[in-house]
């Protein structure tokens, strides 16, 4: 069965009609789960479709968005993006991308994330996403290919969550103000300025901005700034040119927000995008300050 062992490279139509034959095939695939392999060029969209499996969406290379009715998640590299079974999502590719799928069964293990949610991927889910596109896919599997596919699986719950997505309101008011904050990010926005543009007291605003998006304005500002900066310093930017041009007084004022959100610094953090064994990665460049 071709769909899980090559990795597929070409132009639009070429990746669009691919898509088309691994959706109808994933339909009729057998087995827990289905590993495939697939590399996209910088730009390309894969448009809005659902599955009937759950989606672990794991960038070895590149910085994936995800967007989907409830809002968007980004993807970095050493990230993947669970996408519950049913949920209608469209893919951006922010530079070249090399993507390892991984498609489960909804009631493949008991535990499995019930939402949508960007986790971190450890050494160990790495190699075992790297090992599972290896195995025969497409069917019931036996023996060792049984055993790493069991595991690969039983690590999905243990991925710890990182705080990359950016949920929209449903208020139209309150959805108007997030786009346009993420079209032109800064970190001196204040929660009266919002209020004042919604129409709303700042108690009212902050309840409903609480309760459609499940953040507090800060967090959700701070996320949106972190949507700005990561593809850019994926991309070799300097630390300092990045900051600045988010409104940040000061790099180190950046860099702390940074370090706050995501527990390591801006250089630490994409460092952290490594080169294993037969799964080359890259970050798109060194980080300057």
Known sequence: ???????????????????????????????????????????????????????????????VLVTTKHGRWMVPPDHAMWIPAGTVHSVEMLGDVSMRSVYVMPDAIAGLPEGLRV????????????????????????????????????????LP????????????????????????????ATIDEWADAAGMSRRSFTRAFHRQTGLSLSTWRQQACLFAALPRLADGEPITRVALDLGYDSVPAFIT??????????????????????SPRRTGGSIAA
């Open 119 to 158: 986790v971190g991927i450890t050494e160990l889910m790495h190699s075992l996403i790297v090992e599972s596109e290896k195995l025969p896919q497409g069917g019931e599997l036996e023996g060792r290919a049984a055993l790493v596919m069991g595991l690969l699986l039983h690590e999905i719950p243990n």
């Open 257 to 278: 927000m940074f370090k706050r959100m995501l527990g390591a610094s801006p250089r630490g953090y994409m460092r952290g995008a490594r080169d294993a064994g037969d």
């Open 1 to 63: 069965m071709p769909h899980g062992r090559e990795i597929f490279k070409g132009d639009a139509a070429e990746l669009g009609r691919l898509h088309q034959s691994r959706w109808q095939w994933l339909e009729e695939a057998v087995g827990p789960a289905v590993a495939l392999p697939t590399e996209y060029p910088d730009g390309y969209h894969v448009p809005q479709h659902r599955h009937s499996r759950s989606q672990l969406l794991h960038a070895l290379v590149g910085v």
């Open 161 to 188: 969550e990182r705080p990359l997505g950016l949920p929209f309101p449903s208020d139209p008011r309150l959805a108007a103000l997030c786009r346009r904050f993420v079209a032109a990010p800064s970190p001196h």
